[in-house]
């Protein structure tokens, strides 16, 4: 009964959720690298040093790309990248506290972005907005 209510909560809740979780909702802090923004990345084990969607540089670009276009600005956020099977029915995940963007490696562009979207949102309103009433979600 408690894992059918988890995951009534999970679907309502689309691809962002608050998590009473301890341990960076289960997720762990080790990361592989942090970016000069602050950013901290886990890309191991699904991807290896040298991949594309490992480089920290894109995720800090994107999120400063992210930040110009909604206007809002927040501190880089911890990200961890995935295989698609660790996150059923999702491209992307975000947590709220602590802030955690979680994307799968095969769609980590438009997951991240997303992610980003909702964690900017919470970031300034306390709001992650779940439902994507956003204008924000189809603008950037
Ligand atoms: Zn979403």
């Not at 995951?7 to 691809?15: I, P, T």
């Not at 920290?56 to 956020?77: K, L």
């Not at 438009?110 to 994507?132: K, N, Q, V, W």
């Amino acid at each position: 009964m408690r894992t059918l209510t988890l995951v009534v909560l999970l679907v309502m809740a689309g691809c962002g959720g608050s998590s009473d979780d301890t341990n960076n909702h289960g997720y762990g802090y080790q990361f592989d690298v942090m970016g000069t923004s602050g950013l901290q990345l886990r890309y191991s084990p699904t991807l290896n040093a040298g991949d594309y969607y490992a480089d920290i540089a894109f995720y800090e670009s994107e999120f400063e790309r992210v930040q110009a276009c909604t206007g809002i600005s927040a501190p880089a956020p911890f990200v961890i990248v995935v295989k698609p099977e660790q996150l059923p029915d999702h491209g992307g995940y975000y947590y709220s506290g602590p802030a955690l963007i979680v994307v799968d490696d095969f769609i980590a562009l438009s997951a991240f972005r997303h992610e980003a979207i909702h964690y900017l949102l919470d970031y300034s309103t306390g709001d992650l907005d779940p439902g994507h009433l956003s204008p924000l979600f189809s603008r950037c």
